[in-house]
Structure formats: C-alpha cells, structure tokens
C-alpha cells in the first residue's frame, strides 16, 4: 500500500513511496502533526542515485517492524536532497558540527519547531563495525524525548545558536582581489604528485580547482608547479576507473588514491563541468574526453523535454558497478581470444579483478598504438554492455544543473566545432526559460515537462544566468543576454546580504531554523561563486557597472575562505584570477569565412574571456556597439579593465593581445 509520497514529484521520494513508513514530505503539516501528538519529527534526507540511502531503505525503511516503531513514536519527512537544496543545508550543517562529519542518509531528529537535537548518517539493521543498530538508536531517541526534555532542549538550542553563528561568519568581508601566489602553494600541499587531484581517498574530481590552475598557468612565470597539478589531474581521471573507458562519463568520486574505483553513480552537475574544463585544455586528450563526454551526457541523460536528467544510479540488479565491470572472460566472450586478451591487458583486467568478484574496472593509462583497434574493441564492448539491465535513471531535471550543461556545451561546441552541442545547449536553456521561470523567478526541479513546486535557491540562478550568458557568446541571439540579466536582477534584489554577500535563499523563502548561506563550492559551484562568475559576464557584455561591484563585494565576502582553504573555493579562485585585470572582452565583427573564424578561436581559447562575434556593430549585445569590420575585414577587438587596444585582424595577435 502506498504512503503519502505517492503523489510526489521526485524520483527519490517516489522511490520509498510503497515503504510501510508513513513518509511525509517537508512542510508544516508535518511539523504540526508531531506537535499535536506531542512526538519528535525524524528527519531523512537522500537521492535517488546514493547507494547508501538504497542500502538504508531496504535494510530499515522496508521492514515492517522498524517503520511500525518509527510511525508510532516520530513523525516521519523524507527530503530529496537535490529537491530542497536549503532543507538539506541547514541540516548538514548540523550534522556536521555534531558528528563531525556528514553524507547521505542523513538522518536528523528535530523539535516542533525544526531544531535538531541529534544527527547522523547510514544507521545499519544490526549493530555493525562500532555503530548501533537503526532501532537502538530510534528507541534511545524516543526514550530521551518523553524522559530528558530539558536535555533535549539545551542541546537543540546550543545547534540552533551555532548554526546561526555559521550564517554570520560567512559573511565575513574582505579584499577580493586573493594572492594567487598563495592559493597556489596551498594547493601544491595538499596535491596528490602520484595520483593526481588533491588529498587522499575518497577522491572527487577537483573540476573548478583545475579551472582556476589552468587560467593562472600562463601568469605566474616560472611556476611549473601550476601547468604539472592540471595536466596530472586531468591525465589521472581520464585514464583512471572514475571515468566510463568505453561510454565516455565520470563517476561522481574515487573510493581510492588512485581513481580506480568509483563510486559508480554518475552526476549531471560533475559531467556538465568536466565536458567544459576537457574542451578548454585544447589537447588531444581533452578533445577526445570531451567529445566522448558530451555524447554520453546527451544520449544517457538528455530528456524528451530537452533538459539533462540528474544522475544515473550506480546500481543495477541491486548491485554497485554491475553495469560497468569486467573480467578476463567476459571479454574474450564478447571479443573473442585475442582482441580479449589484448583489451585485457590494454585495460587493466586482471583475474583478481580491482573491483569485487574477481572483476575489475576499466583503466586505459596509455593509449595503444593500434587506435582503430581500441576504437573497434571500444564499439563492441559497448554494445555488449548495452544488453546488460541498465541502472536507474533520476530523471527530474534540475535547473543549476542543466545551467552548467549549458555552460559546458556551450564550450564544446565552439572548441571542438560541433554545432549539434550547442543546438542540445538551446534546447534545454529553452525548456529552462519556458518551465521553469516564472515572473522572473526561478523554479528548483521538473520532470516530464511539469516544474515542481519548490523555488529555486541562489545556485540556480547563478549558474542558469552563466548557461544563458554562455548562449549569448555562442549564438549572437541577445535573447539570452535580456533572460539572464533579468534573473540576475531578481537574485539582487532576493538574495542579497548586507555586507554585499549573498544568502543562499530568496528573503521571501520559507523560514528554515536559520537561512542558509555558504560561500564554499562542493562538487558543484556554490551559489556565490556562480553568481559572481555570471555578474562577472554580464558586465562584460553590458558594460553595466551594477554587476562588477556587486561581483567584487560578493566575492570580498569569499576572501577567507579563498586563502585558506582553496580546495572549497576554487570556482572563486577562478573568478578572482579573471577579475584581477579583466577579463577579456573581445569582440570579433566581420563577414562570416575563415578569417573571422579564425579570429574567433583564438579569442575563444583565451582563459576566462568574454567574447561574442558579429557580422557589423549591434546594440542589442553593448559589447558589439560601434563594432566595425576594418576595411572590410574580419577585425577583434579586445579590451581588458576598461582600455581596448586597437583591432587587429590576424589570429596571431589575438592571441599575443596583452591588454
């Protein structure tokens, strides 16, 4: 029999709908059931795609005789937490600051009014490797609220109070213009020089890091440290198990140093970003990881609507990796004697497997001579592959997001000259506008063409106005310049702090235990950095002098953080390092043909620039006012900190241009 999440949107809440748990989702009735019944509201919050929240449900969430316990003596919220990004904030901070540490599950008790008293993540069915059973823990909980209230009390507003210190200090101002220099040899301490990336396992693909690195490379002289951290991150990934060797696609991280085992779930929000960062490198390997990328991301997630799904789960048949592992026979079954032995050893598929059972995941360190063969052996494995019972698909589209797969694109399309990526980019920056943008409020998720009813948080808007910012550049259309400069207006005026910072809800959002408000990245770029790169842009292309102050304060507000630990601020990083002195705006008007084109990729392959193309001078688009072919003949004309140098009509001092 269904609970209550069976009229819900989200794939995840849909995913417990038949649990025998009375599941409801966030709102006040929930808050007001407990009230009445005088118990305390459990809290539990996933997606669709984490293994452990699977592991989870089936172990505690299915069995009759937990959920009975749990229905009679809580109030039970089930939060996605891709849905309720500010919900699953608030709570993680919590969860942080009283376990030290967090991830999904998480499972969080609160008060009648929303403040957590206890918090923890994947609570096993029996006691386990030093944790508690599910049920211990439910009855010590239920056996404290109706005996040690006062207990209960000051411990909730003790994480009230800090969670509200939290919400301060993050706006604490600074200078944005960072020390490079020292965000630099920061990262260089904590760089893996063996493996790649930074720290130790679990490994994430440190994408905005390595954006940052590479727009510095060219300005710190002799620092050969920067151009070694990007080209043996990028090198490691690729090559490593994190990333699909035969269908293109990053899984979400390393469970090891050495990106040979992924957690296999594969995120929209990590591919969209990678796709991007491969194609601006402007190597061989980039092109290739980002072509194969771009394909995968289309042909797996793209949506009938014309959005990007979320995730793909990183299970199948109820067991990770499945899908995606190998062992020496499943080759040679597949290839045949000798391509299977030779795939074998080209993939690093060994008889006690690097994975479970004897299989192994596919590495590809260096690639064979004989590429027409890889590419063969490549094509059939895939096709095998294909017959396999695929993972689950979270298809809810998320608009952040598909901002960033707009944005990433967007970049593939031009560098790598494939149209068809860029028309993928309208399309789902045309379902974005038409669904989920209302009265120039952003709405969070959709699905199937329908929005859902939560708004959209600071990270949408910012990285939804990048993604129309990135059309502007690549289609000429001032359309999306006007969408994105409107939703950059509206996040000024609903999510602006007073010290110039931005909160991460709308000041007419719903009221949480506290508003929530962080200026670090995670995987993906935090509301604040997407926002300043996007400020950043617009002002770029407007010359409105309204978005690069509210960028430099915004990003004053980051200085911190930037110093001291530039692993969570490298989207940041990366806007402070444009913004030192620009960044580029360059302009290329001319007749369409191949000197324009080739004025247009050098400009486009300049770090952080900002650049749109015409056939004459527009006003629609400020940056191409005034804007004339010079006799006739495709002209750039570049500008950097309010001073243009004089147009220049070959590729060469396009990109020798130092302005």
């Known amino acids: 029999m269904a609970n209550r999440l069976a009229s819900a949107t989200s794939p995840y809440l849909l995913q417990h709908a038949q649990n025998p748990v009375d599941w409801r989702e966030w709102g006040p009735e929930a808050f007001e059931e407990a ?48 849905e309720r990004p500010d919900v699953d904030a608030v709570y993680m901070a919590a969860t942080t600051a009283m ?17 957590p008293f206890f918090a923890g993540t994947y609570f096993p069915d029996m006691p386990r490797h030093g944790q508690p059973a599910f049920t211990q823990v439910l009855q010590a909980l239920s056996e404290a609220w109706t005996q040690r209230r006062s207990e209960i009390g000051a411990v909730a507003d003790n994480v009230r109070q800090h969670l509200a210190n939290i919400s301060g200090a993050a706006g604490s101002g600074g200078d944005w213009q960072v020390d490079v220099d020292a965000a630099v040899e920061k990262l260089a301490g904590e760089f893996d020089p063996m493996a790649g990336g930074f720290g130790g396992a679990p490994k994430f693909p440190p994408s905005m890091v390595l954006e940052f690195l590479r ?40 469970v090891d140093r050495g990106w040979v085992v992924p957690h296999f779930e594969k995120m929209l929000y990590d591919n969209a970003q990678l796709i991007g960062l491969y194609a601006r490198l402007g190597t061989e390997l980039g092109d290739r990881v980002a072509r194969e990328s771009a394909d995968w991301m289309i042909r797996e997630l793209g949506t009938a609507e014309g959005g990007f799904a979320s995730a793909v789960d990183a299970d199948s048949e ?44 596919l590495q590809l360190r260096h690639r064979p001579d004989d590429v027409e063969r890889l590419e063969s052996v490549k094509a059939r494995l895939l096709a095998a592959r294909e017959e396999r019972v695929r993972p689950a698909r979270d298809d809810k589209v998320v608009a952040a997001w598909n901002g960033l797969a707009i944005s990433g694109l967007v970049d593939a399309g031009l560098l790598l000259g494939e149209p068809r990526y860029i028309d993928e980019a309208v399309a789902a ?21 329908v929005a859902g009813a939560h708004a959209g948080v600071l990270e949408d808007y910012g990285c939804v106005a990048s993604g129309f910012l990135s059309l502007t550049q690549a289609t000429g259309d001032a359309t999306w310049l006007d969408r994105a400069t409107s939703l950059l207006d509206t996040a000024l005026t609903h999510f602006r702090a007073e010290d110039g910072g931005f909160y991460d809800t709308a000041d007419d959002a719903e009221v949480l235990v506290t508003r929530p408000r962080d200026a670090s990245d995670n995987a993906s770029p935090g509301g604040t950095s997407a926002m300043v790169h996007a400020l950043v842009t617009a002002h770029a292309l407007t010359g409105e002098g309204r978005y690069r102050t509210a960028a430099e304060e915004a990003l004053g507000a980051t200085s911190t953080l930037m110093t001291k630990a530039p692993r969570f601020a490298g989207w940041s990083l990366a806007a402070a390092a444009t913004m030192k002195d620009g960044p580029l705006e360059i302009a290329v008007v001319g007749p369409p043909g191949p000197d324009r084109d080739a004025l247009e990729d050098a400009a486009r392959r300049r770090p952080g620039a900002v650049v749109v193309v015409a056939d004459e001078a527009r006003d629609d688009i400020p940056l191409l006012s005034s804007r004339t072919p010079v006799d006739g003949r495709a002209a750039a004309y570049v500008c950097r900190g309010f001073v243009c140098e004089r147009p220049v009509t070959s590729a060469d001092d396009v990109a020798a241009t130092h302005t």
């Open 35 to 82: 009230r009445r019944r005088e118990i305390p509201v459990l809290l539990s919050v996933g997606y669709a795609a984490c293994h452990w929240c699977h592991v989870m449900a089936h172990e505690s969430f299915e069995d009759e005789t937990t959920a009975a316990y749990m229905n009679e003596h809580f109030v039970n919220i089930k939060v996605d937490r891709e």
């Open 99 to 115: 376990t030290g540490s967090g991830g999904w599950p998480m499972t969080v008790v609160l008060d009648h009014d929303g403040n």
């Open 215 to 254: 727009r510095v490379a060219g300005s710190l002289g002799a620092d050969s440290r920067v151009s070694h951290m990007l080209s043996r991150s990028v090198a490691a990934m690729a090559g490593g198990g994190i990333y699909d060797q035969i269908g293109g696609g990053f899984a979400r991280y390393a």
């Open 318 to 361: 109820g067991v990770e990796g499945k899908f995606y592992v190998w062992t020496p026979a499943e080759l040679v079954e597949v290839l045949g004697a000798d391509d299977g032995a030779w795939a074998a050893e080209v993939f690093e598929v060994t008889e006690a497997g690097t994975f479970e059972e004897g299989a192994s995941t």
């Open 429 to 449: 920056a045309e379902l974005l506008w038409r669904v989920h943008v209302r009265d120039a409020r952003l709405l969070r998720v959709s699905r199937d063409g």
